[in-house]
């Protein structure tokens, strides 16, 4: 089977050092395995993304040499492939009503940042048997019991999507459809056989696996890449200036550098030299990758 990797930013900022280093990580597996890879742009959540901030994306990644083979899939133009999912769910009786109100759901409307501390929906709207209005909030039921998944980085993974997520919102009740039902439509959609992504959202895996079976989809491979924190370990922040392209080139920082830093935090080269992106593909393994975070230079800060 060929191998299609992706990469699937949500265009609400500028990319920064570790959704570069999670493009980077995704392509050299992909070419690694002799496949195709491809850029999806999640802009699904409108009232949070730009098309601007996209394309601002799309020419960083370019920078680095990192361009989708075929066209870029952008969510908010993907509404018909997500009712007909939500339309099938609903014939299979897997689709509730959820009147919880906004305050509550606040966290769970777009990506989630599990690492902030995991909301599981405590399913309080599961048993009460709403009437379905137009438009609704609409939470998938999720199966009982653990899954069994196997992380490409971390080995055998067992989760139970009760405790980590609950029963995730597939839709809302503005009208927008929610991360889970998009990524999994669009993985497959996409082909994709591989997910490589952070490990904030590794907690989102099993759940995401039970709505694929529910669908009727293939599972895709996942690795979670361990995230890239200031120095001394803090979590980069927006106020860092995210340290994306942009500023990093303000100080002095050129795409090969960044490249060449990216490529060794990966295991692809022994010292963080400049590099251009056909010289990381032969050092490449998922053997040699650190599970753990890894912490930006300082002199970039
Ligand atoms: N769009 C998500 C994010 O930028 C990534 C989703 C995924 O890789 O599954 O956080």
Redesign the pocket.
């Known amino acids: 089977m060929e191998c299609i990797g ?5 265009p ?1 900022g500028e990319l920064h050092l570790g ?1 570069l280093r ?1 493009a980077l990580a995704s392509w050299l597996s992909a070419r690694a395995g002799g496949g195709r890879w491809v850029i999806r742009m ?1 802009d699904v959540d409108t009232a949070r993304c730009r098309s601007t901030l996209g394309e601002a994306q799309l020419r960083d990644l370019a920078a680095l040499g990192l361009e989708s083979d075929g066209p870029v899939l952008w969510q908010s133009r993907r509404a018909g492939a997500y009712q007909a999912a939500l339309q099938r769910l609903f014939g299979a009786g897997l689709l509730y009503p959820c009147a919880c109100t906004r305050k509550d759901l606040a966290a769970m409307a777009s ?1 989630p ?1 599990l690492d902030e501390g995991l909301r599981p929906y405590p399913g309080t709207c599961r048993h009460r048997a709403l009437p379905f209005l137009r438009p609704d909030a609409l939470r998938f039921r999720v199966p009982d019991g653990a899954v069994d998944w196997e992380d490409l980085l971390r080995g055998p993974q067992r989760d139970d999507p009760a405790a980590l997520t609950g029963d995730p919102l597939l839709h809302r009740r503005d009208g927008c459809y929610a ?1 889970h039902l998009a ?1 999994v439509v669009d ?1 497959a959609a996409q082909g994709v056989t591989e ?4 490990l ?2 590794r907690g ?1 895996t099993a759940t ?1 696996a039970r709505l694929q079976e529910a669908l009727g989809l293939p599972r895709p491979a996942y690795a979670h890449l361990g995230l890239v924190t200031a120095p001394g370990g803090s979590r980069l922040g927006k106020r860092d200036g995210a340290l994306g392209l942009a500023l990093l080139a303000h100080r002095g920082v050129d795409p090969a550098r960044v490249l060449g830093w990216l490529g060794w935090s990966l295991g692809c080269l022994e010292r963080p030299e400049p590099a251009r992106l056909e010289e990381l593909l032969p050092g490449f393994s998922w053997s040699r990758v650190p599970a753990g975070p890894v912490e930006a230079p300082a002199d970039w800060i």
């Open positions: 992706r990469f699937a930013p949500s609400t959704n999670t999640e990506a940042h991360y990524v993985d997910v490589v992504r952070g904030d959202l989102v995401q």
